[in-house]
């Protein structure tokens, strides 16, 4: 088995010519069924117990820590459920979970074997997403009731959608409104783009074969933004589903986005 060394198991150890000295230990197991326990042991260090940003692991990062118990108000009341396990890593390979500091947390189990299967790897981030919806202050408006989803799937979300598609895959960066100020966008390194205004950006016209070949041009080739950003062609065809059906869900978020242009 890969050993896989985090910044949730850091201990500092003292200061040297300016810089903090780090040891790193192996990410130790939890229970997959308890959120609260994942959260004290992967997240608290850098997150804070409290989840305001403050963990004692956090002076030794580049950038400062979101405030995860503001996600909700950020979503304008509802926890964006979807988007933070979509964050979380919940498609193998495609999470965006701030900056490289920060672990996919759905690979890290991946690639410790922490768990039979891949359901137990989804249940764990079903549950860890489930703890930080809690933790909101003030409380979400709505709680938002979501099933621990299938094996390798992407989601439920319906591909003639692209409003639902948004909310789910895109949100969580872009903001429900597309104005770059999603509940992650802060712990991103470049602010995202604010999608609303890319057909003023582009003397009015919608650059709608532009965007689909940054979500998806050729397999494993697209180039979506930044290492930050998943390649969602590749993200929806590495779930099993058929080149024609990811190329239908790009089609329709694409759509979306037009829709979205001020």
């Known amino acids: ?5 985090t910044l949730s198991s850091l201990l500092l150890v003292g200061m040297l010519a300016g810089q903090v000295q ?4 192996p990410i130790p197991a939890t229970k997959a069924s308890d959120g609260a326990e994942m959260y004290r042991t992967y997240c608290a260090s850098c997150h804070g117990i409290d989840g305001k940003g403050s963990g004692p692991a956090a002076a030794a990062l580049n950038e400062a820590m979101p405030d995860l118990t503001k996600l909700a108000q950020a979503n304008e009341g509802p926890f964006p459920s979807e988007s933070v396990m979509l964050t979380l890593g919940r498609i193998r390979g495609s999470g965006a979970h701030g900056s490289q500091e920060m672990p996919v947390w759905g690979d890290v ?3 410790t074997g922490m768990g039979a299967d891949e359901m137990v790897v989804q249940l764990r981030i079903y549950n860890l997403m489930r703890h930080l919806e809690g933790m909101q202050d003030p409380p979400a408006m709505t709680m938002v009731k979501v099933k621990p989803p299938s094996p390798g799937r992407i989601s439920d979300i319906r591909p003639s959608s692209g409003a639902d598609m948004y909310a789910a895959y895109c949100s969580s960066c872009h903001g429900m409104q597309g104005l770059g100020d999603g509940p992650s966008a802060s712990s991103l390194k470049n602010r995202p783009t604010d999608l609303t205004m890319l057909s003023a950006n582009n003397r009015g016209a919608f650059p709608a074969a ?3 070949r940054l979500m998806d041009r050729d397999p494993g080739t697209a180039a979506h933004g930044s290492k930050e950003m998943p390649v969602w062609g590749d993200a929806f ?3 099993g589903e ?3 059906l990811a190329q239908l869900r790009v089609h329709n978020i694409v759509a979306y986005v037009r ?3 001020r």
């Open 1 to 5: 088995m890969r050993t896989i060394f």
């Open 22 to 25: 780090i040891k790193r230990t």
């Open 109 to 111: 189990f991946r690639a």
């Open 210 to 212: 532009n965007l689909n």
């Open 237 to 239: 065809r590495a779930t």
């Open 242 to 244: 058929s080149p024609a």
């Open 259 to 261: 829709s979205i242009q």
